[in-house]
Structure formats: structure tokens, C-alpha cells
């Protein structure tokens, strides 16, 4: 998403440590709390090769 513009962009604030400007972020929650919702294809569980394996 960050590569696609979709969301701000880090920045470095040590070597090892990136960080996000929180006005940013948060114009961008709100900004998705308004787009309209549209139908995600979800996928296929039928064509999946694997199945995860219940704990216990």
C-alpha cells in the first residue's frame, strides 16, 4: 500500500527505527472510514491446496 501511494509514507528517524507522521495516518483512517465499502472477492477455499490445522 505504502508503494502504491495508498498510504503515507516512513521515514527514517534512526538507522533502525522508521516511523509514520500520526496526522497522516490519521487523516488516512478517516479518510477510509468514508470511502464506500465495495465488494472484496474473497478467496476460493475449494481451490486452495492446503487447509490450516486446528490447535488442540
Do not use: Q
Request: with cysteine; net charge positive; charged share 35%.
Amino acid at each position: 500500500m505504502e508503494r502504491r501511494g495508498e498510504f503515507p509514507r516512513r521515514f527514517n528517524l534512526t538507522p533502525h527505527c522508521v516511523v509514520w507522521d500520526l496526522a497522516e495516518v490519521e487523516a488516512w483512517i478517516e479518510e477510509r472510514k468514508r470511502a464506500p465499502r465495495i465488494n472484496i472477492s474473497k478467496p476460493d477455499v475449494y481451490l486452495t491446496k492446503t487447509r490450516p490445522v486446528r490447535a488442540g
